[in-house]
């Protein structure tokens, strides 16, 4: 039978198609031990300011663990009639707490129940996840150590620019996880708030003691006004942002590596275990998990804009709209671990192609900067030698030529200050090491990049 | 055990996670039925063209319709080392039809088998979309017809501005909403579009003949570039970009309803079938369908933004990218009939309180226009009388009465023109009834644009 | 000095901070002929109805006229007092032509009048970019004409697939380009709609005639809903949808001219005229063009955002958020059209490089899925002759081999009806002629489909 | 004449729709000063590590402050054919410095300039809009003060719940915006991170001294590696994220701003100085601010998908797609910041109607909770006597009464725990005031939030 906790004044019953429609009972269920865990303290904070007994409080938390058994095990019923977990539960308590059950929500109400569960849910997801990109951040330090000394083309444009250390590049993707790290901690300080007590906007008669509920639920902090406490969903959407980005940083190494598995390019291979082929043509073996990650972005993108959307004008306090938050945030928080989690498995199980790569930085003029740098230490502005370089290239191309390939008679038509001493400029080899500069490609300051890199990773374990 | 139809040149297997990662079944099963019947209609062509025999399509009809049976019923097994609803089908024909089930996959490709699954689907959903628009449309008539003579507030800045009919108001929404029904009309011409035989991505060399399945599938026409056929998303964005401004409009009339079911317009009553109660606040009577239909709206936007997204910058011709483009296309199908469900249940529940409103069009200044359309009728540039009026309506401020409460004498301060037939104007019957321009509100043109309306849904009918 | 047209009732000044942020005047002053268009029309209308007297009419065209030259000779003065380009046009209209100017605003308001203007704007732009991109579907057309016969890979998921002709694989993009001009085509017929004598919101007292405004301004249709018409919004949130599309397709062209411009893959050369370098790298060549257009993708995608989000929960009718539909209309506009004209000035500019887009048809084992396709006339159900090439491929790559470098007795190992027939099946060109299923890339239809596709064209124009 | 900082290898000149089309100069120029700026400390580093001579860096020093001083008189000429303020700034370099002009570009390149500069600026708006916010903070709390005992219902759906202080509904946009403060202050962290000599992409040969321009520039920081360097845009996709959350709480209390002016809620009255009215009714007074703010909203979250959309998947390291990041960002703080200031202006000239706010608590069974909460200090649990109530409620709405307003005797037929005592809790000041759960609405609660509010602020100053 159904069980309404606020059908007292209506005549009509529920219209079927409106229970379905109003329910969310299939998105909120994730939330269950969330919800148990929140009660549990709730009822025994009551205890505490004999707000109810002792014995009810025991019968509560006797009565809410036999439920999450009833929920791990699968023998829980479900019904769209009870429309969300909070009822679900509050509903089965009646039939193992009897009268205690109905005091629980006593000095509360499901728009402060709810925020409660949804921040102990997101504090425990966050801290997955910054778990995850630790780790994930370990797999791309050990990939840069293990290809520390690999010369490829750095690309702008993907054009071929400068000659970088395969351990550089990577050692880019771990700033940027870093920073998303970084980001998901700063957020978890407005996450790791307790809003419980807030009750339904105004707070509540009931002689709680709110410090003593964040107390058993560790939280750090209570929530300082109970109409913002109902309505706030800013860590909702700070969590989609900052995921977004994290999003754009996967999008971009995926892009990289289907790039990179092209025959053209042909500098990685990954591994079988992560790849896949086509139904039609025998020899594909694609990158697809490269490419679904890449796809997933912008279902990332997409739950931000729709948590946005839905926050958008929305009066004080709680209103139904913000039912709707949930879809989208255990979307994204699911679609990010999935990434971090494949990710993790596929970048030890990719093989460089050394060979390709090298090849890649003695070919299509990479070493012009290098050329006009070598003119601009002999005295020449650089404007000036960037020019120079321009015309050499121009003339190099015309004869099919690299300009390492040219003679210094044919250089000296555009520069005198071209001689012999120029070509040790314009090794693969030299091109990176010269580059010491902080934060450069010389192999060097990558090993620093590595230590420091290590350093963090253990003081941030 | 798993099949794959991609293994032979694979020599490790693929990681668990990945199978779970790329597997695409949870969401695509709901396509089986599409697929079911492409392939029935791709071996009867193949049997007419004897690229197969007689026999063979024959045990592929009969295995297929006994795996729909098996699905429909229950009785089908999933797993997500078979990927996708393509697969499970495909590998469960081999045990009822055998080597004829490994004749089916001959000239297609998954690429075209799903871009001609998806088209099937969705034209199937577009045209139950705009039949369920067109009844609702249906409802916003009759609504009308039952309301035609109810004076309210017009609103502009959510501020009184003139007197119209709430019938007036309602077929605004006749229009906001024959607006989307056509769209989406418009839409299914490039929906309805048979793109099989394009296989992988060049076309196939077996004797195909795509017109003849295109006429087993009631498909007009065949896509003419193969290369097109297989990365061509835009009917899902297209579908999605209509599907989003539909949504404004329930966001806009949701508002609306929310803001007329308030204590302090009162306007209207939503029934108890359609309402809902608060856990904690006994005398709560929320309009929760009106505002769960206004926060829909977010997610309908966020899917159009995760499709653009994961459609940008593909290269030709499929990428592994566009297996997510199901999730955000079946989510916002289901979201926008749900919605367009109960919108069609709940406005004839709505009880409307015909004293308030007509309360809202004699208070609030509401006949200032009216004054200052009357002076112009009596030579004054509009200009002029907008700015006297304008002075009337401080004074009367000033007083804490309306202008048709002042006196001939009081209103000839402001000017000359004003006298005792000044005040007929004034009320809201004449200020409704005189709004005889096309597209006004007087009544006659209410009753004249749902004559029309009547017409138009009996001829779309 | 200001003239505000409302000031009558408002004893304090504006803010000048207000006066500001409500100003519209800087974006909207693009809309200045089709205000005066629009108001010459309305003010030949008013005197035909005998409301102003035919002399009003001729002061009011005279004036506006002045004003329109005044506007383009730059002699014309703004101030964010007058808050919008209406206003502007009105307050000067009164210098010259006195009391005719404020008879102007007679039957009509801001909210109409603002409606008019922009869709005589957006009707003006859409047939604009249905012109721009009738003809870059020309360019393209052009340009699978004279690389007719060009073998290249198809790719799908990066990884070389099939061959095709390069002129395949352009006239993909015919049909997406297309699609896009259809859907402008569609869209005029909403926007073709004249709102003007909806007035504030209610339609007006005047004895306007709608349907002669109508017809004065080109319009074929009348809208027919007053509070509809003043606050529709539902042709820029489609002409941004529509636009979205297109650039996605523009994004998708994008990339593979970055891509195919690379060193690795080196299949085309950008012309100097259309290209940039770097202030740095002497050797770079940049396909800059590209890249901004694939960047402007976010551009119009975050308009439509914009303009959904805005257009969100708005109760009727007019609201002022309504003001911030013209910045993202414009900048899709703008963006729209430079990037169609960028695209036709650099596409016939491309050089194709043959030689490269043959051999990557030649190596990759692209031939696989003829292969499948030869056992399979041969009598082998398709999913067999799949899995044995997959493992032909795995024995050819071990070797370092193509399969059509392996002998008949190498091949015999996998299957019996291997032989030296096969190897004619092997080559690009037979791969390519052979697939003439209809949309496939065998030459004769990629003919057929130019045919198809001038003659579009030409019946378009 | 046209200064191509690259065209050394170019033979074709730029087409003149490319030069417009590729030019970001009317966007950038406002970075010139950070640009001067950064130059500045290059110059000065430069010199201190001989690099360029002492001499060479006066030069440079005293040119860029001539051209800043150009371009802030308006004397300075800009041209499509220069590309960016960059350019600009350097080929006007040349004119006043001759020589050394052309050593400035040494050791850095455009990629790393123009992530120095947006850093420079975007470091100094997010401390701007840190500032504006405070003084926001400062405005909202006086607000509160001066209205700290003005009950007012609080709405949850928008129906009345319980009623709360005005003070106590105002504090909840303190911690909105507090969050939003915050969130701005955590992102500086990243923001303020030193770029410069990153170079291309690889870093320089050159014997540069980061840390040195770092302490020039007020740099606490300097960017780690070089490829990552020149393509993170995550600060400007953070900042975006941050303002559109902030927007969320804008468009909120822009809502509530604009149903609490319509004449049915009456609640507040906006200054004349910061509304405007209606060109054709004159009585209207619209709180245009409150929606214009509220139609922003769009254009912020459209910023942040244009960013995220154009920052997807893109590879290592700069691409040109890159330059697109300007016009949101620019565009999102010129937009939050005249939010702001217009906020800081409006709020104190709100003018509220206590009267009607009172009213708006004894009307709609607002003390429902509060005699269920009685019921239960009798020993009824909670579900129960929420179901009491209810029924309660149905009878008194039959009887067109309140509950209060019912007698002792007729409540006993709902519960024999009615009695007088009943009615001194649901008086609207008993209902406040007893609702002293910590951050609950009691008076005093409101105070103590005031003064952390005020301490917060003193703190923070």
């Known amino acids: ?148 000394d690999i010369p490829v083309a750095g690309y702008t444009h993907l054009q071929r620019a400068q000659p970088v250390l395969l351990s550089h590049h990577m050692m880019a993707y771990f700033e940027m996880f870093k920073r998303d790290m970084e980001r998901f901690k700063d957020s978890l300080k407005r996450v790791n708030v307790m809003p419980l007590g807030s009750a339904a906007l105004a707070g509540t008669t ?65 591994s079988d275990a992560f790849t896949t082929g086509s139904s039609i043509m025998p020899q594909k073996k694609n990158p697809d998990v490269a490419e679904i990650v890449r796809g997933k972005t912008g279902r990332v993108f997409g739950n931000l804009m729709t948590i946005l959307t839905l926050m958008k004008s929305l009066p004080l306090a709680y209103n139904r709209d913000m039912q709707e938050d949930k879809t989208p945030l255990f979307d994204t928080v699911d679609t990010l671990k999935a990434c971090i989690a494949v990710y993790k498995g596929m970048l030890p199980n990719i093989k460089v192609n050394k060979e390709n790569m090298y090849n890649s930085t003695t070919v299509g003029f990479i070493n012009a900067t290098d050329m006009a740098d070598y003119l601009v230490t002999k005295g020449m502005p650089f404007r000036e030698a960037h020019s120079v370089v321009g015309k050499t290239v121009s003339f190099a191309l015309s004869k099919n030529k690299e300009i390492h390939e040219l003679t210094v008679k044919e250089l000296k038509e555009f520069t005198e200050l071209a001689d012999e001493k120029l070509f040790k400029f314009l090794t693969t080899e030299s091109m990176i090491e010269r580059r010491i500069s902080s934060g450069g490609t010389a192999t060097s300051n990558v090993k620093t990049a590595i230590d420091e890199a290590e350093s963090y990773l253990k003081a941030n374990s």
């Not at 999003?247 to 025959?263: C, G, Q």
């Open 1 to 148: 039978m159904s069980y309404k906790p606020w059908d007292g004044r209506f005549a009509e019953k529920t219209d079927a198609l409106v229970e379905a429609f109003t329910s969310s009972i299939d998105v909120d269920k994730h939330l269950y031990k969330y919800d148990i865990e929140g009660s549990i303290a709730h009822s025994k904070m009551m205890a505490k300011q004999n707000i109810i007994s002792n014995e009810d409080a025991k019968s509560i938390e006797e009565g809410l663990l036999k439920i999450k058994e009833e929920i791990e095990t699968g023998s829980f019923e479900y019904s769209d009639s009870l429309e969300d977990i909070h009822m679900h539960i509050e509903s089965r308590l009646v039939d193992h707490a009897g009268d205690s059950a109905k005091k629980l929500h006593t000095g509360r109400s499901r728009n402060d129940q709810v925020a409660l569960d949804v921040r102990l849910y997101l504090r425990n997801e966050t801290n997955i996840i910054i778990d995850q990109l630790k780790s994930f951040l370990d797999v791309i330090v050990n990939f840069s150590k293990k290809h520390i």
């Open 206 to 270: 009931y002689n709680i003691d709110r410090e003593l509920t964040a107390e058993l639920l560790n939280f750090p902090e209570v929530s300082k006004n109970s109409m913002d406490s109902v309505s706030d969903r800013d860590f909702i959407m700070e969590f989609n942002s900052i995921a977004s980005i994290c999003m754009v940083h996967f999008s971009r190494i995926s892009e990289e590596l289907i790039i990179w598995s092209s025959s053209e390019f042909n500098f990685i291979e990954i």
